[in-house]
């Protein structure tokens, strides 16, 4: 948790100048859905990733169609580089030291980054810092909900940017924003087949949200911990490679596995780079869970629990056993709404309520998605804060 605390304090720094004005909080959202109103910014669109095709042009539909949001987005990452460490000097390193990196990534890694690189013109090295990037600064609310007729629903909240460049004018994160156009919904298919659909950032290859219709559905959450923290991914650019980035484990469960049970063995026994939440989704009823992992190992399963009256497990970005940082507390408000919404009356609709009430929804929000496993269904809408709200 060392490290949130960090970013947290560093971010109360940047922003209390602009003096951020209560509530933080308020009453359960109601109505919201369907999306609307000014915390809606817009839907997304789906394209297909056909994974019969070499990996290095999986991505040229989606990139070439968000070539200059994404050169935008990496100029926005430049300036923040350069703010950091004048000179360019920071960004010089990234394109002569990271370009190697992405031969030392499994396949097809590796290949679909430089793929990436090619069509969007943008060094490679840069491609490569922004796939780590996310990695490491994501904070999030994910829930997995069972209704009283046995379907399960999974939400979640991607909020990415904290600490990211505070926009005094705007009230608002420089690189949060400039990721909201870069969402989209993929299809990933095999033989002409849905194998996943998944949401995510264009040029982004590692997975955060997604679903396996009719199996599974898996959501990725930031772990801060003082026991591994970056260690596992200065290692890998040192040379010790033995454990595997986070979303790649993501993406390659949703890819290639064919069960709840086996998506949640693979989740919890993989060696990682760095901590994690899984949050893990099935088709039946009480299959849905918490993975709270270590670099090396899981540290604690939550599942649901219906004889123990657990019909949903929820996660930010803390350990469930332990209380949320006072200045960071998603979870007691997003649990608050769950509890009044009910298990009779969960749906994919009341679920969006609680994702749309503050600070479940603040200013690091870019998206909110839906996820109906028994339908194969995932909706997602970009988000939107409007002032007051939290910055995180
Ligand atoms: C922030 O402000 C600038 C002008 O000051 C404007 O161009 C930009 O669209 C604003 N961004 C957001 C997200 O409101
Ligand atoms: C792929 O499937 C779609 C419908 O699912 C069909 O319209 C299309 O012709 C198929 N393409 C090929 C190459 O089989
Ligand atoms: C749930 O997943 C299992 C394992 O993949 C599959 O055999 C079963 O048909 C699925 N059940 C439903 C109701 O889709
Ligand atoms: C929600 O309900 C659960 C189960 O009854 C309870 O443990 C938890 O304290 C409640 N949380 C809030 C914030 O109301
Ligand atoms: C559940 O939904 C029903 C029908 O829409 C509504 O009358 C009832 O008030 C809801 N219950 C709660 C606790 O929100």
Avoid at 55 to 60: D, N, T, V
Avoid at 98 to 103: I, S
Avoid at 181 to 204: H, I, M
Avoid at 346 to 353: A, Q, R, V, W
Wanted: glycine content about 6%.
């Amino acid at each position: 948790m060392g490290h949130l605390v960090y970013l947290i304090l560093a971010a109360v720094f940047s922003v209390t100048s602009t003096q951020f004005i209560p509530p933080y909080t308020e009453d359960c959202r109601k109505d919201m859905y369907p999306p609307n109103g000014p915390t809606f910014k817009g839907g997304v669109s789906w394209y297909t990733v056909d994974l019969d095709l070499h990996p290095s042009k999986r991505w040229a539909a989606v990139i070439t169609d968000k070539k200059s949001d994404l050169v935008t987005m990496i100029q926005a990452i430049r300036d923040l580089a350069d703010a950091f460490v004048p000179s360019g000097r920071l960004i010089e390193l990234v394109d002569i030291t990271l370009p190697l990196m992405a031969d030392t990534l499994p396949k097809p890694f590796g290949d679909e980054i430089k793929g990436i690189s090619t069509v969007s013109g943008i060094p490679l090295g840069e491609v490569v810092l922004f796939n780590i990037f996310y990695e490491v600064f994501t904070v999030c609310t994910s829930v997995v909900a069972e209704d009283n007729k046995g379907n399960l629903i999974h939400g979640r909240n991607l909020d990415f940017g904290l600490f990211m460049g505070w926009d005094a004018k705007n009230k608002s994160w420089i690189i949060s924003e400039k990721l909201k156009p870069l969402v989209v919904n993929l299809d990933f298919k095999r033989n002409n087949q849905t194998v996943f659909k998944a949401t995510n950032f264009a040029g982004y290859i590692g997975m955060l949200t997604g679903i396996k219709p009719q199996m599974f559905t898996l959501t990725m959450n930031e772990r801060f911990s003082l026991d591994g923290g970056y260690v596992g991914i200065l290692e890998w650019i040192l040379g010790k490679r033995d454990g595997m980035w986070m979303s790649f484990l993501t993406r390659s469960v949703l890819e290639n596995a064919n069960s709840y049970e086996e998506a949640k063995t693979r989740l919890a026994q993989t060696k990682l780079l760095a901590p994690a939440y899984f949050i893990l989704g099935g088709n039946q009823t009480g299959q849905g869970c918490i993975i709270t992992r270590s670099r090396e190992l899981s540290l604690d399963l939550l599942e649901i629990d219906l004889k123990l009256g657990r019909w949903y497990v929820l996660e930010t970005n803390y350990d469930h056993w332990e209380e949320p940082l006072f200045l960071d507390d998603r979870r007691t408000p997003a649990m608050k709404c769950m509890n009044q919404t009910t298990q009779k009356n969960i749906t994919l609709e009341t679920m969006y309520n609680v994702l749309s009430t503050k600070p479940v929804l603040n200013k690091l929000t870019t998206y909110t998605t839906l996820m109906q496993v028994s339908e194969g269904k995932l909706e997602s809408y970009i988000r939107d804060c409007p002032n007051p709200c939290m910055p995180w």
